[in-house]
DNA sequence: GGCACTCTTTCCGGCATGGAAAGCGACGGG
DNA sequence: CCCGTCGCTTTCCATGCCGGAAAGAGTGCC
């Protein structure tokens, strides 16, 4: 098995982006509300960091009106995946394991 | 064996104190400079660093003119033991393992 | 047109952070 | 003795992140 090359990542590495990018990384689909509650942040509080997670390329935001609500989804993109798995080979790596 | 009760710990996730924690939680007891060395923090930023640390109750400063020469070692107290064992277990927790 | 639902963006005060530089106590040399 | 050095410590300062509150905006329903 090839070790992911640790790094860390200060966009990952942020309290509330770590926690996002870990339920992502379970559940590969979530949607906004789902993660705001699991969370426990707000609206714009989550907003504002979902959107810094995009525009670092990690997250992909899909919009979309179903039954007629308006929906929008989380995913981690390939790249937010890797980063997510070297920051916490780089945390397993500072913890000492 | 007890699992650690996770617990997310401010004072201990910010980068350079969680470095500094994990040093110490293999060494034991190590000394400014090499902290300092293997963290790559100016002398200013580290003692900052560890001010904190040590208010927390986390890390014991220990101050002895040796050879002539002023040293000041660090080690993690018991609390701070505890407190960077139930980070990790928290960060474990949300990578999801 | 008005209202509700779902995010987004703006505005704002507050706190953390790091670099640079000045301070300081303990020696050792001259 | 005074001076310079070593080894941190503290201050000063500029910057950036953060979260709460509130205003905005897009979409569909009535």
Redesign the pocket.
Known sequence: MTAVEPRFDAVVH???RLQICGLLAVVDTM???AVRDAVS?????L?????QLEEAGYVQ?RKA?IA?????SLALTKAGRAAFDAHVAELRRIAGL
Chains 1, 2 share one sequence.
């Not at 942040?41 to 509080?45: K, L, P, Q, T, Y």
């Not at 907003?47 to 959107?51: D, E, I, L, N, T």
């Open positions: 942020a309290p509330p949607e906004f509300a942040v707000s609206d714009s509080v907003s504002k960091h979902v959107k935001v009106t007629s609500r308006q929906r929008t």
